[in-house]
């Protein structure tokens, strides 16, 4: 099994061999200040470091900086080549040395400015390291296999809270600004240090370890605290518990922040995540906070304490991630939650496959699907073949053994091995290193082990609707029930509409878009769900099929709001726009909503929708195309193309 896995990384092996085998960067002190005003960055970084094997130089990567200079032993070196200061001296084995950067830089990436031209935006400045490099705002070192203590202190606005990794140990009053002193006990690479810059209010809770859980939120979300943080505590007591290694940090934050790039971010001991996951209790039922939560909580221990080497091990984060969430979930949301997920991983692994795009779990080119869903199958079936006491003892083992440190999946393995007294070669060469996915391995679980998901299975409603309406009455599994409803795409008996469970009706009001009339009565029973996916898809079907009754449905669902990204708001804005007769004297108002909708000042995810619609009732007037041209700029590349593609159909 190792001689497998070496022959997979040492091409790898080779890229990292580079100045971590000669210097050994111990601890980073950084004071910053940023300006809103010109969106820039400055300071000074003092970095301490041990030379390993004689060396003629050192560098720090810093990318695209006005202006960067090193100080080491009373000597200024400014040798800087747009992407890295590098600096020439004769360094011996066992020296100890330190060097203090000054910088200037305004970051095109990884630390963004948001809304400060906008003077009524959500005002925040946030970083996002992974995958952008904090070395754009930051002089730091770039390969995740170099680890440094890193203790932040920032300068800002004092009508704004700053958060960073670590314990905030002090707090300097200056005349218009507070300086803000953030403390790290362990090391972490580059790419996890953050911060998070605006106006926040916090509460915290405790762990029954007694670590502080500090959650911060809007002023003006109030009401929406306890559902989005709903379960934080328990998720944070089931990790430890399950993991069996306390918690490594002082204390684990989370920041919601506008327009984010990802739907949250492991950084350490500081969770920064998109806003869309601020909810009200409705909007909790479909779309929480409490995976991502999880996730990124798992990521402190598996990626952020232990982190891979290199991309071919991304599934030690990723995958661990991942399982771990499910973990912590089956725990809240019990054992049918925790299959349907596995069981969902399956069916988007198998299309994957079926597009002919499987790759092995150790190719560093690997999908995200590859590496969290297959990733967190594989640690799902290792520990079904090795059991819970070997697998909990081998994770133990693992994380002490390596931490604070850099891993490869053998580290991993080899603990399982020992732990377990299993070889565990055919188990490797089937998951981990081969390109093929074992498909039938995975519905061989369900068959095994659930009579439910064995029944599901074997369906074919398409042939035989009578076994599909069966099985509705026979099981409870609010999951699997809803996909047999899609299956029967619209086929459906009269007394599914009886069903409480909001699952089951938010399928029924996906699948059935022809609605009989016999029927009509208890589709619009949907409107009145708590769930606002249920009510969108709910509102437009009947608005389809039942012309005669707009004015009604309108009328009933004029005020609800919907998810962050107002998805009920703008349906129904733009259905009201194109219902003939409903409420002229307010047309222009609605239009003009809809179209401030599409203004920077909101989250992309809500101009996102305003865009679209206005784009399908060819209404995006000059304002409009105005704002849509500034989205061709935005920092999400996802919304950037979306927005340079509806543009292009203008």
């Known amino acids: 099994m190792k001689q497998i896995l070496l022959l997979l990384c040492c091409c790898v092996n080779v890229l990292f061999a580079q100045q971590t085998e000669y210097v050994d960067f111990k601890k980073a002190k ?44 009373e000597k200024i070196y400014h040798n800087y080549n747009g992407k890295q200061l590098v600096i020439k001296k004769t360094f011996k084995k066992g020296e100890q040395h330190q060097v203090v950067i000054s910088f200037v830089t305004q970051p095109k990436k990884a630390l963004y400015f948001i809304d400060w031209e906008h003077q009524n935006g959500n005002k925040q400045i946030w970083t996002q390291g992974q995958g952008k490099y904090t070395s754009n705002w930051l002089p730091s070192i770039d390969d995740m296999n170099e680890k440094v203590e890193f203790d932040l202190s920032v300068t800002f606005d004092n009508n704004y809270e700053v958060i960073a990794n670590g314990d905030l140990t002090n707090k300097h009053i ?7 002193h953030y403390d790290m006990k362990h090391p972490m690479p580059s790419y996890l240090v953050a911060l998070a810059i605006g106006k926040y209010n916090k509460n915290v809770e405790y762990s029954k370890s007694g670590v502080p859980l500090e959650m911060y939120y ?21 990790l430890e518990k399950e993991i069996g290694v ?14 984010f790039l990802y739907a949250g971010m492991e950084n350490t001991s500081l969770n920064i995540y998109s806003d869309s996951f601020v909810v009200d209790s409705i909007a909790f039922i479909d779309k929480n906070f409490v995976n991502i939560n999880a996730h990124e909580l798992a990521h402190q221990w598996f990626g952020d304490m ?32 925790y299959y349907w997920q596995l069981y969902e991983y399956a069916q988007e692994l198998k299309a994957q496959d079926k597009a002919g795009q499987s790759t092995s779990l150790l190719d560093s080119k690997s999908s995200s699907t590859t590496f969290y869903k297959k990733g967190a199958w594989v640690l799902h079936l290792l520990r079904e073949q090795v059991g819970d006491n070997a697998f909990r003892k081998a994770v133990k083992n693992y994380l002490k053994k390596h931490r604070f440190k850099n891993v490869e999946t053998d580290d991993f393995i080899s603990e399982v091995e020992q732990a377990s007294g299993e070889s565990l070669d055919e188990f490797v060469a089937k998951w981990l290193t081969s390109s ?15 009579i439910p998901y064995k029944g599901y299975i074997q369906l074919e409603c398409d042939t035989n609707e009578a076994a599909c309406f069966k099985y509705l009455k026979s099981f409870d599994n609010s999951f699997l029930k809803s996909e047999v409803i899609k299956n029967l795409k619209g086929n459906i008996p009269k007394s599914i509409f009886n069903s409480k469970d909001l699952k089951v009706r938010q399928a029924i009001a996906s699948s059935l878009v022809d609605i009989p009339s016999e029927l009509k009565e208890d589709y619009e029973s949907l409107l009145n769900d708590k769930s606002y996916i249920t009510i969108e898809t709910a509102l437009f079907n009947l608005w389809v099929n039942f012309p005669e009754d707009r004015f009604k449905y309108l009328n009933q669902t004029k005020d609800i709001i919907g998810f962050n990204d107002k998805n009920v708001r703008t349906l129904w804005l733009t259905l009201a726009l194109v219902t003939e007769g409903f409420q002229p004297e307010n047309k222009s108002r609605y239009f ?31 304002e409009c195309t105005s704002n849509l041209k500034q989205a061709t700029t935005h920092h999400n590349w996802r919304f950037k193309q979306f927005s340079k593609s509806l543009l292009a159909q203008k």
């Open 174 to 180: 200056n005349d218009s600004t507070i300086t803000w």
């Open 218 to 238: 809007y002023p003006e979300d109030t009401l929406k605290f306890e559902p989005t943080y709903r379960y934080t505590k328990q998720l944070f007591d089931v």
């Open 592 to 622: 003009q909503e809809l179209t401030e909708y599409t203004s920077p000042k909101y989250g992309f995810e809500v101009r996102q929708k305003a865009f679209q619609y206005l784009h399908q009732i060819k209404a995006c007037n000059d």
């Open 30 to 73: 950084a004071s910053i200040s940023l300006s809103s005003e010109v969106k820039q960055v400055e300071g000074f970084i003092t970095y301490t470091f041990d030379i390993l094997k004689d060396v003629d130089s050192i560098y720090l990567d810093a990318q695209n900086f006005k202006h960067i200079e090193g100080l080491l032993d």
């Open 306 to 337: 232990v982190t891979a080497t290199s991309g071919t091990h991304h599934w030690l984060q990723e995958g661990f991630a991942t399982y771990y969430a499910l973990l912590a979930e089956k725990e809240i949301f019990g054992d049918d939650y």
């Open 436 to 450: 093929e996915l074992e498909y039938h391995d995975m519905e061989g679980f369900f068959f095994l082990t659930s």
């Open 246 to 259: 306390p918690y490594p940090w002082q204390n684990y934050k989370m920041v919601p922040v506008k327009d």
